[in-house]
């Protein structure tokens, strides 16, 4: 619905003996040390912050008023949507709200950011996002379809419709970036940067002042990996 804006549980409503990090399962498939270098920063200086696996496609098996700080907007989603007692934030979120969060600084630098299709309608990510890449010295140039209208990177298409079709999604979502640099905040948008000749940096490496591991961009084989951990976590 147009217009629709979903709430974020409040930094000072989360119980933090429920708290749980959730990087998805594209993360830990993808660059499972980062995942322990953001549980590290989450816990030195925001509070004691569970790691959390389990995928978002089964039940977290978690105790009811739990919090589940989200990397990924599907997990986010999911989350909170499809089981009860579960309140969910983005990393993103959070880490704008701790003072004096240490982070690299950028020089000269200058990108577009696009922004994942599920955290649409929380224009409160979008926000914080931008707040902490200009805490970084960055600057940004919008394009036309950003935020609350942003377009989808083509990633969730697959395996819908052909590949072929996915791949021209992917090229145009990318061609419509002002900038070559794109900030990214889901593993599938980095794929989709670089299919479409763009250079894709994820927010979690630009936190941590580290390059983006751009990995496998052939869909079928990068999904296969990631529905194989989908598989195995429900054992965790």
């Known amino acids: 619905m147009k217009g629709h804006r979903l709430e974020s549980i409040k930094i000072s409503d989360i119980d933090m003996d429920k708290c749980y990090f959730n990087p998805g399962c594209a993360l830990t498939t993808h660059n499972p040390e980062s ?3 953001i549980l590290k920063i989450l816990n ?11 995928c978002c496609h089964h039940n977290p098996n978690l105790p009811e008023g739990s919090t589940i700080i989200n990397n990924c907007a599907g997990c986010d989603r999911r989350f909170r949507s ?34 994942s299709c599920s955290y649409r309608p929380k224009p409160q990510v979008h926000s914080a996002v931008r707040s902490l890449l200009r805490k970084m010295n960055v600057e940004i140039e919008e394009a036309e379809h950003h935020g609350t209208s942003s377009i ?72 296969k990996v990631v529905g194989d951990y989908i598989e195995m976590s429900k054992n965790l």
């Open 35 to 37: 995942e322990k270098k």
């Open 44 to 54: 030195e200086h925001f509070g004691t912050v569970k790691i959390h696996n389990r």
């Open 82 to 115: 499809l089981y009860e007692g579960i309140k969910t934030i983005s990393l993103w979120e959070v880490l704008d709200s701790i003072e004096d969060l240490p982070l690299p600084e950028y020089v000269n630098v200058k990108v577009s950011v696009h922004d």
């Open 152 to 223: 989808c990177c083509g990633d969730n298409f697959y395996p819908t419709i052909p590949l072929e079709k996915v791949r021209e999604f992917q090229k145009n979502r990318a061609q419509q970036m002002p900038c070559d640099d794109v900030i990214v905040y889901c593993i599938s948008c980095i794929k989709s940067m670089t299919v479409g000749g763009k250079s894709a940096h994820h927010m979690v490496d630009m936190v941590l002042g580290q390059p983006t591991f751009v990995g496998e961009v052939d869909l079928p084989k990068y999904h």
